[in-house]
Nanobody, 130 residues
Framework: EVQLVESGGGLVQAGGSLRLSCAASGFTSDDYAIGWIRQAPGKEREGVSCISSSDNTTYYADSVKGRFTISSDTAKNTVYLQMNSLKPEDTDLYYC???????????????????????WGKGTLVTVSS
């Protein structure tokens, strides 16, 4: 069974940085995708970023492009989300999610990241103060 454990959330001032980590385990193939999806209370979930394990293709929503960077460390089975130039509107619960469908699990259309994930972590809270 795939398990995802997030860490790294916290409180930061606007303009600051945070790095989220997602420790993944249980994949039965080498072709999967891991992404970050965020959600604020009362709002719909928003795809933030995604990375494919097979070729390290990355995907970003326009709302974070140029500020956030997703990366993976295969030796540690961990995916990171480096978040720079944080804004108060980045305040959300950030979920790590994964799919067995590899790169087909994520796509960006008109600046919106669409995703199809099968496994979810419990989330880590990011709060950006103004």
């Amino acid at each position: 069974e795939v398990q995802l454990v997030e860490s790294g959330g916290g409180l930061v001032q606007a303009g600051g940085s945070l790095r989220l980590s997602c420790a993944a385990s249980g994949f039965t193939s080498d072709d999967y995708a891991i992404g970050w999806i965020r959600q604020a209370p009362g709002k719909e979930r928003e795809g933030v970023s995604c990375i494919s394990s097979s070729d390290n293709t990355t995907y970003y929503a326009d709302s974070v492009k140029g500020r956030f960077t997703i990366s993976s460390d295969t030796a540690k089975n961990t995916v990171y989300l480096q978040m720079n130039s944080l804004k108060p509107e980045d305040t959300d619960l950030y979920y790590c999610a994964a799919s067995d469908r590899g790169s087909s699990a994520c796509t960006v259309v008109a600046g919106i990241l669409y995703y199809g994930m099968d496994y979810w972590g419990k989330g880590t809270l990011v709060t950006v103060s103004s």
